[in-house]
């Protein structure tokens, strides 16, 4: 069992910075899949940056050069900084984890980016 708590959404305007927290309890490993999903309203909910099998970190197009993933495995955290914000960044940002074939999400975090 596995339980994902995020932390560090809010209110920001374009072009402003914001850092989103996860950690994680139970059994995970560095070799577990994690990373972060996002959804906007109306649409589906998509990869923004993940660690997939311990390797180097995928990036969505629309976010790379701007959004930096990070993984500390001694403290199973995995964060999201996010720089340069948009008004498209908008949405519900969801932790996510995969442990022997299992999908785990957090709760979400609201981020919002308007002037």
């Known amino acids: 069992q596995v339980q994902l708590v995020e932390s560090g959404g809010g209110s920001v305007q374009p072009g402003g910075s914001l850092r989103l927290s996860c950690v994680a309890s139970g059994r995970i490993f560095s070799s577990n899949d994690m990373g972060w999903y996002r959804q906007a309203p109306g649409k589906q909910r998509e990869l923004v940056a993940a660690f997939i099998s311990g390797g180097t970190p995928n990036y969505a197009d629309s976010v790379k050069g701007r959004f930096t993933i990070s993984r500390d495995n001694a403290m199973r955290t995995v964060d999201l900084q996010m720089n340069s914000l948009k008004p498209e960044d908008t949405a519900v940002y969801y932790c996510?984890?995969?442990?022997?074939?299992?999908?785990?999400w957090g709760q979400g975090t609201q981020v919002t980016v308007s002037s």
């Open positions: 996510h984890a995969i442990l022997y074939g299992i999908s785990y």
